[in-house]
């Protein structure tokens, strides 16, 4: 009984991985220019930290760059946060002025 | 670190909606027979909670994993940390972005003076991203009144108490607001006369222009097709690549003015910019200031290799089922 359980919980949450994840690519691809820009340079910022952490390198120049990427990543990550609130406020402002 | 998006639309999408005039209707076709909008369980336009939560949780899985395989104690741990760091922000940010309304639950957060959040909730269930203002923009005039006590010092003359109660019915009733928007325009006068200066006079005469363009407007002109596009098999296609086909199209129609039941008109055309054929695809009744999403079936017929996509007045014999 139990396995059946945990199937239909598994499929549940995969059907819902599956939607959010559809959802997701959906909204990317609306997309404005700039935004798509942004989460390019995550990618690849984010893409280049793995690379960076794993590449046969000396382990300082490892961390080191990682470090970097990594930190350009969440720069990035964190100016697109700030642009969704401001962004956010704007709509309710202009909302409420209607 | 990817999130879902914002809901801002590519140009390219965005098609004018507003004042189109019905065309000849053409039912000789089955193929074109309009399907009942469906509901669109998954959101997929807008940008959703559920879906940041996600992105943001599985993005934190894959850096603290790769951090803490590539490098030894105690780094690791470091990188780790400031990965939860930057999650909590986000998920911080998250919570701030929802009760700004900005994940589409407009449910969650009615805006302050808005009389109909309790009243009325299935208006406010199809009303997404934008706060439910019962008063059209066109005939909000609480900056003007604003203005106009300042003009005043502080305090309205006896003159405009007319224009007040007749103000405070448009906004609190939906019922034959084009009759009050009448009465409300007649009690402008006795303020036209009133006012000394001559910006205050031009702004006057400007709310009395409002109030005629919409008592003269059409339902329907006031709404419009924000953004459509075109897909098979969920992904986005170009008209042409669609002939004889049945392809899916999501149309956001926003209505900037009073509720009203309204059809999308979807006119294709081929290569000479000749129309081909139209469909029309219920939307149903479109509240005050809300969005409504079509997303439906359509068959695209041959030669079509562009269409036009704006709002028409839902005849009475169409079938609708309310989103």
């Not at chain 1, 690379?51 to 961390?63: C, D, H, S, T, W």
């Not at chain 2, 490098?71 to 780790?80: H, S, W």
């Not at chain 2, 109909?116 to 934008?130: C, D, G, K, N």
């Amino acid at each position: 009984m139990w396995v059946l359980t945990t199937l239909a919980t598994e499929r549940t949450l995969f059907i819902a991985l599956a939607r959010h994840t559809g959802c997701v690519i959906d909204q990317i691809r609306r997309a404005d220019y700039l935004t798509k820009v942004q989460y390019l340079m995550m990618v690849v910022f984010g893409a280049s930290t793995a690379a960076l952490a794993f590449a046969p390198l000396p382990q300082q120049v490892n961390i080191l760059g990682a470090g970097v990427a990594f930190g350009i990543t969440v720069g990035l990550w964190f100016s697109h946060l700030l642009s969704m609130v401001v962004d956010a406020a704007t709509d309710l402002r202009s909302g409420a002025a209607q | 670190m990817s999130g879902p998006t914002d809901s801002q639309s590519d140009d390219s999408l965005r098609t004018d909606g507003g004042g189109a005039t019905r065309g000849t209707r053409d039912t000789s076709s089955p193929e074109t027979e309009p399907e009942p909008v469906e509901p669109d369980p998954t959101e997929e336009s807008g940008p959703n909670l559920a879906a940041f939560l996600l992105t943001a949780g599985s993005v934190t899985a894959v850096f603290v994993a790769i951090f803490v395989f590539a490098f030894p104690e105690p780094i690791n741990q470091y990188f780790a940390g400031i990965v939860l760091a930057v999650t909590v922000i986000t998920l911080i940010v998250g919570m701030v972005l929802d009760l700004l309304g900005y994940f589409g639950d407009e449910a969650k957060v009615p805006a302050p003076d808005d009389e109909t959040a309790s009243s009325e909730p299935t208006q406010l269930e199809s009303v997404r991203r934008r706060p439910n203002k019962p008063l059209p923009k066109q005939v909000n005039f609480d900056d003007e009144i604003r203005e106009l006590r300042d003009h005043f010092g502080g305090d309205l003359p006896e003159q405009m108490d007319a224009f007040l109660t007749e103000y405070e019915k448009l906004k609190s009733s939906s019922q034959n607001r084009k009759v009050v928007a009448g009465s409300l325009r007649a009690a402008l006068n006795p303020i036209a006369a009133l006012v000394t200066d001559e910006e205050t006079e031009e702004m006057v005469d400007e709310m009395g222009d409002q109030l005629f363009a919409y008592i003269k407007a059409d339902p329907v002109d006031n709404m419009v097709v924000t953004e459509h596009a075109f897909y098979t098999d969920g992904v986005q296609t170009p008209i042409a690549d669609l002939q004889t086909e049945q392809a899916r199209i999501k149309a956001t129609v926003h209505n900037k003015g009073d509720s009203a039941k309204a059809e999308v008109a979807v006119r294709f055309k081929n290569e000479a910019g000749v129309p081909v054929k139209t469909a029309y695809l219920p939307v149903g009744e479109v509240v005050t200031e809300a969005r409504k999403e079509l997303n439906t079936s359509v068959y695209v017929p041959s030669l079509a290799t562009a269409a036009d996509v704006f709002v028409v007045r839902a005849t009475q014999d169409t079938p609708v089922l309310d989103m």
